[in-house]
């Protein structure tokens, strides 16, 4: 948990990713032990987080992922 949130300093980051099936407990850990404690936490979708959604395609799911992407790398 140390060497992330160094890694996020160091690099100047400010987001996590986390996959959609995760609780978010080890990135709230690894942003609340950054300098600035403020990084945000972003979801990367699949396509078996959304299959009770209607008319959502493979396509659509992974242009909602990159612009999580966009987001985070600036």
């Known amino acids: ?3 992330l949130s ?4 160091t690099l100047g980051l ?3 990713l986390i996959t959609e099936t995760s ?4 990135a709230r850990t690894v ?3 950054t300098a600035a404690k403020n990084a945000e936490i972003y979801v990367l979708h699949s ?5 009770d959604a209607k008319n959502t ?6 242009e909602e992922n990159l612009r999580v992407l966009e987001a985070v790398l600036g």
């Open 23 to 26: 609780d978010a407990r080890l």
């Open 57 to 62: 395609s493979y396509l659509s799911v992974m």
């Open 14 to 16: 400010g987001g996590i």
């Open 47 to 51: 396509l078996q987080s959304v299959t």
């Open 31 to 33: 942003r609340d032990n």
């Open 6 to 9: 160094q890694t996020l300093d």
């Open 1 to 3: 948990v140390i060497s």
